[in-house]
């Protein structure tokens, strides 16, 4: 008991001390955490009503609310578009629950998260129209959480290089004739490569968790040079739940992997 007192008195006088700091110094501090719910920018939000106040400061967000007539908001835009070209490296899209979000071959080359904003990925929908190769297309690293992307044809997801993780998501492709050229994810990623000017190797790779995927031929298709790795499958009634990684390998024993999907 004495043990337990002394731990809480030691914590309190540790929260005391970075509370002397400012409300800027916190917010650039709370910058740095990761903004996916539960974990650590989302708990922090539950210590008090100051942190809770800075954590959800809309200057740590950008927001995408088809509904804002005010386009003067700073860090609020109409579509995700806009949103991706005027984030900077590292900024997480807060994108509005309610409603569906047009988008159409969204090319994202800085690491950015994207978020959606209801409880569930029901609540907030990115559409795919027919006409299109794919709703988002990463070359970057980059992380999608708490979304609905539908496809009409073509593919959900598309990566080209970079690590993509998609954490708590429904990725469908619609039914129609040409469900054999409809995939959830297609990864032309290959082998890790060296760049020159900071002799750092950058390396791709798609990791896959607890994520519906739901229509189309396969759950995802590689072409480059990466293979599929630790599939694991939960069946409910109505719905699958995947985790998988699609990463690199032995290069002489690498080949293009798929994975069917178990139902229609």
């Not at 809309?58 to 860090?75: A, F, I, T, Y």
């Not at 490296?89 to 090319?107: E, F, Q």
């Not at 998260?113 to 190769?133: K, V």
């Not at 999608?144 to 492709?173: K, M, W, Y």
Request: one cysteine or more.
């Amino acid at each position: 008991m004495e043990e337990q007192k002394r731990k809480w008195r030691r914590c309190s006088k540790e929260l005391s001390l970075i509370n002397n700091l400012d409300d800027g110094c916190l917010m650039h501090i709370f910058s740095f955490l990761s903004p996916i719910p539960v974990a650590d920018r989302y708990n922090t939000a539950l210590v008090c009503h100051r942190w809770r106040f800075l954590a959800c400061h809309p200057q740590l967000w950008l927001r995408v609310d088809r509904s804002v007539k005010d386009l003067s908001q700073p860090g609020v835009y109409p579509n995700i578009e806009m949103a991706v070209s005027a984030a900077r490296p590292g900024d997480t899209i807060l994108v509005a629950a309610g409603g569906s979000h047009r988008v159409s071959n969204i090319k994202i080359e800085k690491p950015l998260c994207l978020i959606g904003a209801g409880e569930s990925p029901d609540d907030t929908t990115l559409i795919c129209s027919r006409s299109s190769d794919s709703a988002l297309e990463f070359m970057s690293t980059c992380k999608l959480a708490n979304l609905t992307v539908r496809a009409e044809l073509g593919c959900c997801l598309l990566h080209r290089s970079g690590r993509l993780t998609i954490d708590g998501c429904i990725l469908q492709c619609e039914s129609n004739p040409l469900d054999h050229l409809s995939y959830a994810i297609i990864s032309t990623a290959g082998a890790p490569e060296v760049v020159s000017s900071a002799l750092k190797t950058c390396i791709s790779s798609v990791s896959v968790l607890r994520t519906r995927i739901e229509g189309g031929a396969k759950a995802v298709l590689t072409s480059g040079t990466l293979s599929l790795q630790r599939v694991r499958v939960i069946y409910t009634r109505t719905s699958l739940f995947f985790w998988f990684e699609v990463e690199g390998g032995d290069k002489n024993t690498v080949q293009s992997a798929s994975v069917a999907l178990p139902i229609s």
